[in-house]
């Protein structure tokens, strides 16, 4: 299937997404290729959203459920919009598996180009922080199987 197809099944599917949903509010769906998606697999979960919601938000304040939903359903959207634009990226790659800078070229071709290098400078840090765990982790189980060695000497 090319990309032109590819986009246009996606198309098809959020046409036929939104038909369902303007029929009667189901809790259950179907993606357009005849599985059943809960709401609870459309949507990012609730109390996620209430944990980052409550960050800015007074101690004595309090966030409304329909304003909550809101977010949830935004969010959610959101980072479907960003995901299949990256995923139409791997696949005219002909690669399996989306990655970070997938990602940040999927910002910049949806216009979001103040948010790519805040991005970029955070997956540079989470990409040398991983490293050096995994030099770390390497490091300790080397120093752990040369003391193991040295006590099997004595």
Known sequence: ?????DSQQYLNDMMVKEEDEASGDESDRHDGHGIMLREQDRFLPICNIIKIMKVPVPQNGKIAKDA???IQECVSEFISFISSEAIERSVAENRKTVNGDD???AFSNLGFDNYVEPLSIYLQKYRESNKSDRNLFL????M???DASESGKQ
């Open 1 to 5: 299937m090319s990309n032109s197809e």
């Open 68 to 70: 909550r939903e809101c």
């Open 103 to 105: 990602l940040l070229v």
């Open 139 to 142: 490091d300790s189980s080397y």
């Open 144 to 146: 752990q199987s040369e």
